[in-house]
């Protein structure tokens, strides 16, 4: 075994070897993997080998689809079989919201290349002959789906990784990470120790002890999931011989189970609600190719529901039932990408989809570790997601949810509770007692809406019971003024002698003089969009800098790697130790004036202002600016404040019939001034010119800064797409993103977000689609639970288009 290598990669299982081969094929061959058994030890060689290319995230859909397509590359490089069938599939609705449900993959799964189609439940039973179409209103047929051999596809990868040079080490047990002095990582295992620069953890089931050898306690448990294999069934091989095909995959939403056919039988498998967590604190290192004790019982539920859409299950024996445990994250999406403060350190686990995410895990990550950037948009699947606040307690109440409800419909207005409340602001039980209905980002609770005793969401695709309540809250801002809490924003504090010059060239905006705010995007080295922050010059040489709540720990990851060595910068995540308020509407002014001796008239504090001033008893860090694109106030205090400063704002309100507002209320107000937001207008993937925050980037500024010279060529070139607003011909669902859009006929673009601006009295989409049309007056489309609704462009913003009523 060597001693040294470039990059080492800790587990075989089939994540670990896609890994290996990816760095290996994008030239990095000075790389070993380091496996304490046989290859596929863990949860690989047991797994179901079911893949498909839908997913929640289509960005996620897209590795997958890459995933798939894969298999015949590594096949005739190894040499080695996949055993890849690629049957196509059906997923099965027995009411009609799943459908509605299904309805949108398909939207999704046009612009993303994705062959899917609307079909009857006979036409499905046409297909898989196994199903009692009486039991289905309806179901979607996918072409991509199939199954493969778990073994034959992991050592496909290895043996591919070895042809390209790299190697495989296996009886290698990694038994400590050690960081040396220079930067270097010292693994040590039961066979010597290897120095590296780069370190993988694709530990699977033992993802957490390798993550806990660097100090690193990472959200994974595994589950207990079971799957059963019949005996052979006649109606199988009358279908074989009959067709000359197998019989295609199912997924039987309702059933909470997933079938294919097995040999002469079929495979059935289950994500019961009475789940099972497999060794809760620790993994065993001594466990390898054993299978858990089976109990039906716990699935028998679930397979009652199956036997009875799929009558034929009920003529055959069970010839063997399959447990065994898989890794899961509290979102059910892995975890991936390079750990904040430990440079040189990736993880690739959580990976319960391996067969159809393992090969985009490695093709994302190999990219990052040699280019500096994933190659594509993985936010779904970024480590950063979480933060320390995803302890083993929330990790497990988390996992266990999505478990269950692998299968579930999620509606666009449902708020999961497992694991909540954690975070919480001063103001949490004062803004419940107002019927607050509370939603979670980055484990904060986030006031939604409002609700009036007895009333609460009525989970659904379309408008529900929160439509009219929202629609006040809407009203109180744009006729009066609103309060809301802004805790979740992530808030940061920049400080040191080198402070200026360091912002100055990690933002792309131009500097604002004491006392002065800006918008400012942040570029990464290809010109993109990593961030979209307000920055304030608060004097005397420190900064402070606001931006979107779940990206907090995926902006400092990338705020640290970018400091001087010098130490001449200081940047501190404030998190809760600063909370928020916002008040905003035309009355807000007049608040605000009641409860500070400051002047705040409009020459003493214009539109961009910053300064620290008093609210009642409270010292606040006040801005003029407001994301409902009305006049408002951004104050920021200690949380030991909150409760003064809340309390002095809504006394000083009341004879301007001040109303709460929730995030609901602030995304219909923010829509109808065509204001994007991070990680759905603004992400990785699109430029600031496609974005349209090109008038925010300062690009002649002397100091340069990242992404300089990238953004000046889209800005010549004229990138590829444009952000635009679209007032879409809804009735009684509004999109919620990831919906297609429709030229003249045929898909251009995708929506990114939207929903109903309640005081324009329009339904209003955001996305975007080819540069070319932009700007075309006509023809579009914008479908919504699979019909298209007519949309148009709308180039300026419906309400306050000159901004004078935010600058008065």
């Given at each position: 075994?060597?001693?040294?290598?470039?990059?080492?990669?800790?587990?075989?299982?089939?994540?670990?070897?896609?890994?290996?081969?990816?760095?290996?094929?994008?030239?990095?061959?000075?790389?070993?993997?380091?496996?304490?058994?046989?290859?596929?030890?863990?949860?690989?060689?047991?797994?179901?080998?079911?893949?498909?290319?839908?997913?929640?995230?289509?960005?996620?859909?897209?590795?997958?689809?890459?995933?798939?397509?894969?298999?015949?590359?590594?096949?005739?490089?190894?040499?080695?079989?996949?055993?890849?069938?690629?049957?196509?599939?059906?997923?099965?609705?027995?009411?009609?919201?799943?459908?509605?449900?299904?309805?949108?993959?398909?939207?999704?799964?046009?612009?993303?290349?994705?062959?899917?189609?609307?079909?009857?439940?006979?036409?499905?039973?046409?297909?898989?002959?196994?199903?009692?179409?009486?039991?289905?209103?309806?179901?979607?047929?996918?072409?991509?789906?199939?199954?493969?051999?778990?073994?034959?596809?992991?050592?496909?990868?290895?043996?591919?990784?070895?042809?390209?040079?790299?190697?495989?080490?296996?009886?290698?047990?990694?038994?400590?990470?050690?960081?040396?002095?220079?930067?270097?990582?010292?693994?040590?295992?039961?066979?010597?120790?290897?120095?590296?620069?780069?370190?993988?953890?694709?530990?699977?089931?033992?993802?957490?002890?390798?993550?806990?050898?660097?100090?690193?306690?990472?959200?994974?448990?595994?589950?207990?999931?079971?799957?059963?294999?019949?005996?052979?069934?006649?109606?199988?091989?009358?279908?074989?011989?009959?067709?000359?095909?197998?019989?295609?995959?199912?997924?039987?939403?309702?059933?909470?189970?997933?079938?294919?056919?097995?040999?002469?039988?079929?495979?059935?498998?289950?994500?019961?609600?009475?789940?099972?967590?497999?060794?809760?604190?620790?993994?065993?290192?001594?466990?390898?190719?054993?299978?858990?004790?089976?109990?039906?019982?716990?699935?028998?539920?679930?397979?009652?529901?199956?036997?009875?859409?799929?009558?034929?299950?009920?003529?055959?024996?069970?010839?063997?039932?399959?447990?065994?445990?898989?890794?899961?994250?509290?979102?059910?999406?892995?975890?991936?990408?390079?750990?904040?403060?430990?440079?040189?350190?990736?993880?690739?686990?959580?990976?319960?989809?391996?067969?159809?995410?393992?090969?985009?895990?490695?093709?994302?990550?190999?990219?990052?570790?040699?280019?500096?950037?994933?190659?594509?948009?993985?936010?779904?699947?970024?480590?950063?997601?979480?933060?320390?606040?995803?302890?083993?307690?929330?990790?497990?109440?988390?996992?266990?949810?999505?478990?269950?409800?692998?299968?579930?419909?999620?509606?666009?207005?449902?708020?999961?509770?497992?694991?909540?409340?954690?975070?919480?602001?001063?103001?949490?039980?004062?803004?419940?007692?107002?019927?607050?209905?509370?939603?979670?980002?980055?484990?904060?609770?986030?006031p939604l809406w409002y609700a009036p005793e007895g009333v609460k969401d009525e989970?659904?695709?379309r408008r529900s019971t929160d439509f009219d309540h929202v629609g006040s809250e809407?009203?109180?801002?744009?006729?009066?003024?609103?309060?809301?809490?802004?805790?979740?924003?992530?808030?940061?504090?920049?400080?040191?002698?080198?402070?200026?010059?360091?912002?100055?060239?990690?933002?792309?905006?131009?500097?604002?003089?004491?006392?002065?705010?800006?918008?400012?995007?942040?570029?990464?080295?290809?010109?993109?969009?990593?961030?979209?922050?307000t920055l304030a010059n608060v004097g005397e040489g420190d900064w402070f800098v606001?931006?979107?709540?779940?990206?907090?720990?995926?902006?400092?990851?990338?705020?640290?790697?970018?400091?001087?060595?010098?130490?001449?910068?200081?940047?501190?995540?404030?998190?809760?130790?600063?909370?928020?308020?916002?008040?905003?509407?035309?009355?807000?002014?007049?608040?605000?004036?009641?409860?500070?001796?400051?002047?705040?008239?409009?020459?003493?504090?214009?539109?961009?202002?910053?300064?620290?001033?008093?609210?009642?008893?409270?010292?606040?860090?006040?801005?003029?600016?407001?994301?409902?694109?009305?006049?408002?106030?951004?104050?920021?205090?200690?949380?030991?404040?909150?409760?003064?400063?809340?309390?002095?704002?809504?006394?000083?309100?009341?004879?301007?019939?001040?109303?709460?507002?929730?995030?609901?209320?602030?995304?219909?107000?923010?829509?109808?001034?065509?204001?994007?937001?991070?990680?759905?207008?603004?992400?990785?993937?699109?430029?600031?010119?496609?974005?349209?925050?090109?008038?925010?980037?300062?690009?002649?500024?002397?100091?340069?800064?990242?992404?300089?010279?990238?953004?000046?060529?889209?800005?010549?070139?004229?990138?590829?797409?444009?952000?635009?607003?679209?007032?879409?011909?809804?009735?009684?669902?509004?999109?919620?993103?990831?919906?297609?859009?429709?030229?003249?006929?045929?898909?251009?673009?995708?929506?990114?977000?939207?929903?109903?601006?309640?005081?324009?009295?329009?339904?209003?989409?955001?996305?975007?689609?080819?540069?070319?049309?932009?700007?075309?007056?006509?023809?579009?489309?914008?479908?919504?639970?699979?019909?298209?609704?007519?949309?148009?462009?709308?180039?300026?913003?419906?309400?306050?288009?000159?901004?004078?009523?935010?600058?008065?």
């Open positions: 075994m060597k001693s040294h290598a470039k990059g080492v990669v800790i587990g075989g299982g089939v994540v670990g070897c896609s890994v290996l081969f990816h760095l290996a094929r994008h030239g990095w061959t000075d790389v070993v993997l380091l496996e304490r058994d046989e290859l596929t030890s863990g949860s690989t060689w047991h797994a179901a080998g079911g893949m498909h290319t839908i997913n929640g995230d289509p960005n996620v859909a897209k590795l997958q689809k890459y995933t798939i397509s894969l298999y015949k590359e590594i096949e005739e490089l190894s040499g080695q079989a996949t055993g890849v069938h690629l049957t196509g599939g059906v997923l099965l609705a027995a009411t009609e919201a799943r459908l509605d449900w299904l309805r949108g993959v398909v939207s999704k799964g046009r612009y993303l290349g994705i062959d899917l189609e609307v079909i009857l439940a006979k036409e499905a039973a046409e297909l898989m002959p196994l199903i009692d179409p009486k039991q289905f209103v309806g179901a979607v047929r996918n072409k991509e789906d199939g199954h493969l051999d778990p073994s034959g596809v992991t050592h496909a990868y290895a043996k591919a990784a070895r042809k390209l040079g790299a190697e495989v080490e296996r009886f290698t047990k990694v038994e400590d990470i050690v960081r040396r002095p220079d930067g270097l990582w010292r693994v040590i295992t039961n066979r010597g120790d290897v120095i590296t620069e780069q370190v993988v953890n694709a530990g699977g089931l033992w993802a957490r002890e390798v993550g806990r050898m660097v100090g690193l306690e990472l959200p994974v448990l595994a589950m207990e999931h079971m799957y059963l294999i019949t005996e052979d069934m006649p109606e199988v091989a009358d279908w074989n011989k009959k067709t000359g095909t197998e019989i295609i995959h199912a997924v039987d939403f309702d059933g909470e189970i997933y079938l294919r056919q097995e040999r002469g039988g079929m495979l059935m498998g289950t994500y019961e609600k009475a789940n099972k967590v497999w060794s809760e604190f620790s993994t065993p290192w001594n466990f390898g190719h054993e299978l858990l004790e089976p109990d039906i019982d716990r699935i028998a539920p679930s397979l009652e529901v199956g036997f009875r859409h799929f009558p034929a299950f009920q003529k055959t024996g069970i010839k063997q039932i399959i447990n065994g445990p898989f890794t899961f994250a509290p979102d059910g999406n892995p975890l991936v990408g390079p750990v904040r403060g430990l440079p040189g350190f990736w993880v690739a686990c959580g990976v319960m989809a391996g067969f159809s995410q393992g090969g985009g895990v490695g093709l994302a990550l190999s990219n990052w570790m040699i280019e500096g950037d994933p190659g594509a948009d993985i936010w779904a699947m970024d480590v950063a997601r979480y933060g320390d606040w995803a302890t083993m307690t929330y990790t497990n109440a988390k996992v266990r949810e999505n478990y269950s409800r692998r299968f579930s419909i999620r509606f666009p207005n449902e708020e999961l509770p497992a694991g909540r409340p954690l975070k919480t602001t001063p103001l949490y039980d004062t803004l419940s007692a107002k019927g607050a209905q509370w939603g979670v980002a980055f484990g904060l609770e986030v989970f659904s695709w809407v009203a109180a801002v744009r006729n009066g003024v609103g309060l809301s809490e802004i805790s979740s924003f992530a808030k940061y504090k920049v400080t040191g002698e080198g402070a200026a010059a360091w912002l100055d060239r990690l933002l792309a905006c131009r500097m604002p003089k004491p006392g002065r705010m800006t918008l400012a995007p942040m570029l990464k080295e290809d010109g993109k969009l990593i961030g979209d922050f606001a931006g979107s709540g779940v990206a907090e720990q995926y902006h400092m990851r990338w705020f640290e790697a970018h400091l001087p060595k010098d130490d001449s910068v200081q940047i501190k995540s404030l998190g809760q130790k600063l909370t928020g308020l916002a008040i905003a509407g035309p009355k807000a002014r007049a608040v605000l004036a009641k409860v500070t001796r400051a002047d705040v008239s409009n020459p003493a504090f214009p539109f961009m202002a910053v300064a620290t001033i008093d609210i009642g008893m409270a010292r606040c860090l006040v801005g003029r600016v407001s994301y409902t694109g009305d006049l408002g106030y951004e104050i920021w205090m200690p949380p030991e404040y909150q409760r003064a400063a809340y309390q002095a704002l809504i006394t000083a309100g009341e004879e301007f019939g001040i109303g709460m507002f929730g995030s609901r209320a602030l995304n219909a107000l923010r829509l109808e001034k065509n204001y994007g937001s991070w990680a759905r207008e603004y992400r990785p993937i699109y430029g600031p010119l496609e974005a349209g925050l090109d008038r925010f980037v300062a690009y002649g500024k002397e100091a340069g800064f990242i992404g300089k010279e990238a953004a000046i060529a889209e800005r010549k070139q004229g990138g590829k797409l444009r952000l635009r607003a679209f007032i879409v011909e809804a009735t009684d669902a509004d999109v919620i993103g990831d919906e297609a859009i429709w030229h003249d006929g045929v898909v251009r673009g995708w929506v990114t977000s939207g929903g109903y601006a309640h005081n324009a009295k329009k339904s209003i989409a955001m996305g975007y689609v080819p540069k070319e049309i932009a700007d075309r007056p006509d023809g579009f489309e914008i479908e919504i639970l699979g019909k298209r609704h007519a949309a148009r462009i709308q180039a300026t913003p419906l309400f306050d288009a000159n901004f004078e009523r935010m600058r008065a």
